[in-house]
């Protein structure tokens, strides 16, 4: 069964860090573009960021640039989500999908439609 089971969320003040992991089962993730979504209360689900399968190129959404990094470990079938500098409206659901044949170099690697794999979710609550 192919899945993808995010962790790392919480609880954290205004200017804190998490690192948020995804890890697959059933399915190698070398193959596959990595992205990262999220989804506040109200609102769409919105790409934060994407990593490519080959050469590892990522993509962010203009919001998170500078404070998001995404990264990937094959050998542990796992990609991370570093985020630093947490604000308030970072506050959110946050999922991982896998898609094949997808560059991150695309804008469509941050649409959420364009992936065939999801996670359920973990929460990230930024507040003082």
């Known amino acids: 069964q192919l899945q993808l089971v995010e962790s790392g969320g919480g609880l954290v003040h205004p200017g804190g860090s998490l690192r948020l992991s995804c890890v697959a089962s059933g399915f190698s993730l070398t193959f596959y573009t990595i992205g990262w979504f999220r989804q506040a209360p109200g609102k769409e689900r919105e790409g934060v960021s994407c990593i490519g399968d080959g050469s590892g190129s990522t993509n962010y959404a203009d919001s998170v640039k500078g404070r998001f990094t995404i990264s990937r470990d094959n050998a542990k079938n796992t990609a991370y989500l570093q985020i630093n500098s947490l604000k308030p409206e970072d506050t959110a659901i946050y999922y991982c999908?896998?898609?094949?044949?997808?560059?991150?170099?695309?804008?469509?690697?941050?649409?959420?439609?364009?992936?065939?794999?999801w996670g359920r979710g973990t929460q990230v609550t930024v507040s003082s």
């Open positions: 999908a896998a898609t094949r044949f997808m560059s991150a170099r695309q804008a469509a690697c941050l649409a959420s439609r364009n992936y065939d794999y």
